[in-house]
Structure formats: structure tokens, C-alpha cells
């Protein structure tokens, strides 16, 4: 005759699988996270208007893994790399967040580098809250409102801050621009990738 399983069994194996799953996911947040970091790290490195295509195929190279889409089109070249919490937000632990990041090289240099780490707050609905960074070999004009070289051209309304520099800027200020909390992908609470040094 089979004999019930022992309920003090079946409670250590579901506190073991708990257990097991908490390490698991700590794990995995903690892997995104330090991936994103290196890519925004190295992305941040790229110098628009002086870079090569080498320098971001050796980049593409080093982040194969989360390099998403690359692709030619005559003399123009196109990077894309993006990280995203997806098993955090599929088991609905956190909302979903995403890191992107994508570099434009037309005519063998570098164009224009764009980052952003966006988290769905549901703040707004069209539109998560987040942090973007693009970077120009000259300010677009679109964006002008008075700054030339470094600036803020984030639309009116909207839940998340842009900005936009060119090769112009300072040190300093890409620094600050590239600043950006990478804790949203992972944290409960954290905050959803607005740079604090941009409020400085």
C-alpha cells in the first residue's frame, strides 16, 4: 500500500524550490544589469565624429549576445543592441523594463549614438517613463531653443527626459548625459532610469 507523502517533505521541497527560485532570479537581475552597464559603458566610449566603423564592429564583437540588428545600407551601417527583464516581467515581479542602445555610422564614422532605459510605470499610457541620451556630430536644429551644443529638447508632457548633445559638448556634460540608473531593470522601487546627475 502506497503511504501519503510526508507533509513535512512536501513543505522543505516547496521552501527548497522557493529558495532555489529567489537565488535563481537574484542572479538574473544581477546579469542584466552588469550587461547593460557594460555595454552603456563601452557605447559611452564611442566618440561621434571620430570613431570607426572598427572601433563599433569591435563593440558589436564584445556584445554579440545583445547585439540585436545590424545592417548596411550603402555608405550608412546601423548597430542595435537591447537588454530587457523579461522573466521578471513575465512573472510579473516587476514591470517590464528595456535598455537599448543602437550607434549609426555613415561613410566609416560615427555618426550619432543613441541609449535609452525606459520602465512601463503605466504613468502615461502611450509611452513609458525613462532616461534617453542621443549624441550628434552637430546639435540638430529641430532641437534648438536656445542651447547649441548640449541640451534638454524633451516634448512637453511626456514621461521621460531626453538629451541630446554633439561633439562640442564637455566632458562634464556627457558624463552627466550618459549617467543614466541602469536599476530599473531589476530593483523594486529603483528608479526608472532617469540619470541623477542630470538634475544637476
Not at 563599433?56 to 530587457?84: M, N, P
Not at 504613468?123 to 525613462?130: D, E, N
Not at 550628434?136 to 508632457?157: C, D, L, M, Q, S
Not at 562634464?172 to 528608479?191: D, I, K, M, P, T
Request: proline residues 6%; glycine residues 6%; hydrophobic residues 40%.
Amino acid at each position: 500500500m502506497k503511504l501519503p507523502p510526508c507533509p513535512q517533505l512536501i513543505l522543505i521541497s516547496l521552501v527548497l524550490v522557493t529558495v532555489l527560485a529567489i537565488i535563481a532570479l537574484g542572479i538574473y537581475s544581477f546579469v542584466i544589469k552588469a550587461e547593460a552597464a557594460s555595454i552603456l559603458a563601452d557605447v559611452s566610449r564611442i566618440e561621434v565624429g571620430t570613431s570607426t566603423l572598427s572601433d563599433v564592429e569591435k563593440l558589436a564583437e564584445r556584445h554579440t549576445r545583445h547585439c540585436r540588428w545590424s545592417g548596411r545600407q550603402g555608405d550608412r551601417s546601423d548597430y542595435s543592441f537591447a537588454i530587457r527583464n523579461t522573466w521578471l516581467s513575465y512573472l510579473r515581479i516587476e514591470p517590464a523594463a528595456k535598455f537599448d542602445a543602437w550607434v549609426t555610422v555613415n561613410k566609416g564614422t560615427v555618426q550619432s549614438v543613441h541609449v535609452d532605459v525606459m520602465r512601463d510605470t503605466r504613468v502615461f499610457p502611450t509611452a513609458p517613463s525613462g532616461g534617453m541620451v542621443e549624441e550628434y556630430v552637430k546639435y540638430p536644429e529641430n532641437y534648438r531653443a536656445g542651447e547649441t551644443h548640449y541640451g534638454f529638447p524633451t516634448p512637453i508632457g511626456k514621461p521621460y527626459l531626453l538629451v541630446a548633445l554633439d561633439v562640442r559638448a564637455t566632458a562634464e556634460q556627457r558624463e552627466h548625459a550618459y549617467a543614466l540608473s541602469l536599476r530599473c531593470l531589476a530593483a523594486r522601487g529603483a528608479s526608472s532610469g532617469f540619470p541623477a546627475r542630470w538634475a544637476t
